[in-house]
């Protein structure tokens, strides 16, 4: 049986080779049953000031920075920055994200499914949402893994969440996770229709244990 391709969607500066990094320990859990096949997004990002923690890097891992840290948009279009919990009425980038995935898709595909990570899975929310409504032909995403994902806090991404969302979809998210706390990952959760759930006492980041492989092995198969 050939394994599932999934497309991977990396967090706010993060870049596809720092993600798979990050993913290993799902890789080999779920190697039998799913390829990862990983991406960048186009849009770089200013390195934070020295001593601040990356937003989509666990606090407590005491890694530094990625090299080359990218984006897939901005909520502070004048600092070309971003934040989950920033409200704001328009963003930069989106547009230029979504063609950096299409292409993805016609040069790499087929996929079989989409995973993302932190404001990576916020957006697999909207590019479900655009393939829910026929705007985007070569989408043929089959089901979506979104880990702390969150519903974007800009005006101009509610349209993202005005219809149901019928493509099968497992949301993961940590009890102690401090950059996108749980509540905003359950926030999430009525834009799908159905969605599995599985949460772990950790923090943020893509879990992986043992403890772990049933549920993700239960909602795969379902495509196998």
Known sequence: MAPLRILCIHGYRQNSGSFREKTGALRKLLKKSVELVFMDAPLSVQPPDTGTVSPDKESSSGTPVEADPRGWW???????????????????????????????????????GILGFSQGA???????????????????????????????????????????????????????????????????LPVFKDPQILTHPGGHFVPAASSHRQTYQDFIKRFQ
Request: proline share 5%.
């Open 74 to 112: 901005f909520s502070d279009v004048a600092a070309r920055s971003f934040s989950a919990q920033q409200k704001c009425e328009v963003s930069l980038g989106l547009d230029q994200s979504v063609t950096t995935v299409r292409d993805a898709v016609k040069n790499l595909g087929p996929f079989d």
């Open 122 to 188: 916020a957006f697999v929310a909207m590019l479900c949402s655009l393939q829910e409504q026929n705007l985007e032909p070569d989408f043929h995403f089959r089901f979506a893994i979104l880990v702390a994902g969150f519903r974007s806090a800009c005006t101009e991404h509610e349209r993202f969440y005005e219809i149901p969302l019928q493509i099968p979809s497992l949301h993961v998210f940590g009890q102690e996770d401090r950059v996108i706390p749980d509540h905003m990952s359950k926030d999430l």
